[in-house]
């Protein structure tokens, strides 16, 4: 202690003790920290994928025997999907004997999209008024039951088209989302995703105008 | 007349109260921020209309790359105390005959990441080096024969029953390897599982047409 005492008389107390301010400069801590909230806010909100919910029918086992369901042939559309992003589609049923040729058309709004709409106007229509009915308030109902109402519309409408989805196999990944998508843009009730027949299969290559790979197979009929 | 003096301020402003606005903003969205999870490979997701955020718990993600790649996840549950993972890679051992030590089955968990890597090499993918793992994501084998993409969605919802299946594919996937593996959930009874897309807003313009 003393020393230190003795020390200070030393200097002699010139030095006197630099008074410095407590305030901080803070402008940069205030810009780092605003950089990283942009960078965590721009982030957080857009690192959420969608996910689009799909239903598959269950796999018929081996041994079982199940009468496929007879559906309307007038009421049927089939859409296969083709190489290069095409769709074709035709109506009703494919007949070696008689070919129906297939229509060509793509994925814009007047594409595919026009098709359905046209067959499917009266589902649609109904399931818009609907929605607009609930945003005016003109129908009381809880927003989480809004879908299952409109599953009901759908359950019940027996007017719309019956949508056959076949991929050609050059088809893409992306294709089989689109179709599945207009689904949904535009209210389609029945859909099912099938495997395409070798009938079709060789529509869609006369359509490209290749070589036909598929044959009829041996028996009649499976 | 004698001029009106103005008071000379300094220009300094208290800061003090926007900082700590923003530090607690910082912590906020920092500890909400789910980072991103590494991609072994990067996926070019399709676009849809569907409106609904993927679900963070309880799924099994199938990731398709362009390159024909499969890829498997699974997480590990609502709680981490569930240790969803480590069963799950037990349960697929026992089935191949490969024992996972503590370690290695405690490095799985911790590790959420997706892997394409065929069962018979997962000890070494394991213990490999963060940059050298990469060489054992050839794609988990999906064929009929060996068929360990069925194997990884059986035992997940084994384990965790309320598993949802997710499939992330690329744009320029071919269909028969979609089909593939919609076959390979159709035979374990997943009839109902997502795609994750990226949002996409479509107007639908009506017009009567008489």
Redesign the interface.
């Known amino acids: 202690m003393a020393e230190i005492i003795q020390e200070d008389k030393h200097k002699g107390g010139k030095k006197k003790p630099k008074k410095h301010s407590t305030?901080i400069d803070?402008?940069p801590?205030?810009d780092l920290?605003?950089l990283?909230?942009t960078f965590?806010?721009l982030?957080?909100a857009f690192?959420?994928?969608?996910?689009?919910?799909?239903?598959?029918?269950?796999?018929i086992k081996k041994n079982e025997k199940v009468e496929p369901p007879k559906i309307a042939e007038s009421r049927t559309l089939n859409i296969i999907?083709g190489p290069n992003d095409k769709v074709y589609w035709y109506p009703g049923k494919a007949d070696p004997a008689a070919l129906v040729p297939l229509r060509e058309t793509n994925f814009s709004?007047t594409g595919i999209?026009q098709v359905l709409?046209?067959r499917n106007?009266a589902l649609?229509?109904k399931i818009?008024t609907f929605k607009a009915d609930v945003t005016a308030g003109k129908i009381n109902i809880r927003q989480d039951s809004v879908q299952s109402a409109i599953r009901q519309l759908k359950k019940t409408d027996d007017t719309g088209p019956i949508v056959l989805i076949k991929?050609?196999?050059?088809?893409?990944?992306?294709?089989?989302?689109?179709i599945?998508?207009e689904m949904?843009?535009?209210g389609i009730a029945i859909y099912i995703v099938t495997d395409i027949d070798w009938l079709e299969q060789n529509m869609v290559e006369r359509a490209l105008g290749i070589p036909l790979t598929a044959t009829a197979p041996p028996t009649a009929k499976k | 007349m004698p001029k009106i003096k103005i008071p000379h301020k300094t220009p300094?402003v208290d800061?003090?109260p926007?900082?700590d606005l923003?530090?607690l903003?910082?912590t906020f969205?920092?500890l909400?921020?789910?980072m991103?999870p590494s991609e072994p490979a990067p996926v070019d997701?399709?676009?849809?209309?569907?409106?609904?955020?993927?679900?963070d718990k309880n799924i099994m993600t199938i990731t398709?790359a362009k390159d024909n790649r499969v890829f498997f996840n699974v997480d590990n549950g609502p709680d981490t105390i569930l240790h969803f993972r480590p069963k799950i890679l037990e349960e697929m051992g026992k089935r191949y005959n490969i024992v996972f030590t503590p370690q290695e089955l405690r490095y799985f968990e911790k590790n959420s990441v997706p892997f394409g890597v065929n069962i018979k090499e997962f000890k070494a993918y394991l213990a490999a080096k963060d940059n050298e793992k990469a060489k054992f994501e050839k794609g988990i084998p999906i064929d009929s024969t060996d068929n360990q993409l069925g194997l990884w969605i059986l035992f997940s919802r084994k384990v965790n029953p309320s598993a949802q299946a997710?499939i992330?594919?690329?744009?320029?996937?071919?269909?028969?390897l979609?089909?593939k593996v919609?076959d390979i959930?159709?035979?374990k009874?997943l009839?109902?599982?997502?795609?994750?897309?990226?949002?996409q807003k479509?107007e639908?313009?009506?017009e009567?047409?008489k």
């Open positions: 305030a803070m402008t801590m205030v920290m605003c990283l909230i965590f806010m982030t957080t690192a959420k994928p969608k996910v689009m919910e799909i239903a598959l029918p269950e796999k999907m709004a999209r709409l046209d106007r649609f229509k818009e991929f050609y196999k050059k088809a893409k990944y992306k294709n089989f989302v689109d599945i998508d949904s843009i535009v | 300094h800061m003090t926007m900082v923003f530090s903003l910082l969205f920092m909400t921020a789910t991103k997701t399709p676009f849809s209309i569907s409106e609904k955020p993927s679900p398709i997710v992330k594919g690329d744009n320029d996937v071919e269909y028969p979609v089909k919609l959930f159709q035979d009874n009839n109902r599982f997502s795609l994750i897309t990226s949002l479509v639908v313009v009506e009567a047409k």
